[in-house]
């Protein structure tokens, strides 16, 4: 079975300051990774992914993700934090067969001035 | 813009109702799915088809049906609406990368029930 777990329901930073949202995955097979962001009233739009081809993936707006499974982790960071950045943010891991995929409850990242 | 379209944008209907979302899916994807975003719920998998065939299932109710087209675009029916069923659904489509997809999302549709 496929599950994700997002620490932090609501992540605080500063412009300027470190984003890290954190994800923790569990995958009876090699996970398939992802994370989406959501802004307000809007779908849901693919930030990057893990496909097994590198462990540090780069994705949009300057976020990367680095997948470690020995801590069977996938978290999202980005260097310095943008007012634009302000939105709800999304880990999912993919399912075997049918590659459905599996969400976390969502980061909600406020950006403060 | 994903590419993926999802019509209407909002829908306020009243309970007992019945309802239509349409999704069309990526120029040349062929598999649909279709998920379930509320509050108490978060982002829950509805079902998938691929090429007009179902292929998976998941948290969906009995009260809900999904279909999809020869042209690849898919409806999900929503019948004897409640309360409960007030929700944001999105529709994906996928491209395939490699042994396994990538999902990109549509806008949603916004479901109200009175």
């Known amino acids: 079975a496929q599950s994700v777990t997002q620490l932090g329901s609501h992540v605080s930073v500063s412009e300027g300051a470190l984003v890290l949202l954190r994800c923790n995955y569990s995958?009876?097979?090699?996970?398939?990774l992802f994370w989406y962001v959501q802004y307000p009233n809007q779908g849901l739009q693919l930030l990057l992914k893990?496909?097994?081809?590198?462990?540090l993936v780069k994705g949009i707006n300057g976020f990367e993700a680095e997948f470690k499974k020995s801590e069977t982790s996938f978290h999202l960071t980005k260097p310095s934090a943008h007012m634009s950045d302000a939105a709800e943010y999304f880990c999912?891991?993919?399912?075997?067969?049918?590659?459905?995929?599996?969400f976390g409850t969502g980061t909600r990242l406020t950006v403060i001035p | 813009d994903s590419g993926v379209t999802q019509t209407p944008k909002h829908l306020i209907t009243a309970t007992g109702q019945r309802v239509t979302l349409r999704c069309s899916p990526r120029?040349?994807?062929?598999?649909v799915y279709w998920y379930q975003q509320s509050l108490d719920q978060g982002l829950q998998f509805l079902i998938q088809y691929y090429n007009g065939e179902e292929r998976a299932k998941g948290n969906i109710l009995e009260r809900f049906s999904a279909q999809q087209f020869p042209d690849l675009h898919s409806e999900l029916n929503l019948s004897s609406l409640e309360l409960g069923d007030s929700a944001l659904y999105f529709c994906a489509s996928s491209s395939r990368d490699g042994d396994r997809e990538t999902q990109y999302f549509g806008p949603g549709t916004r479901l109200l029930v009175l």
């Open positions: 995958s009876s097979v090699p996970p398939y």
């Open positions: 893990y496909t097994s081809a590198a462990t």
């Open positions: 120029s040349g994807d062929l598999s």
């Open positions: 999912a891991v993919s399912g075997s067969g049918a590659n459905n995929l599996f």
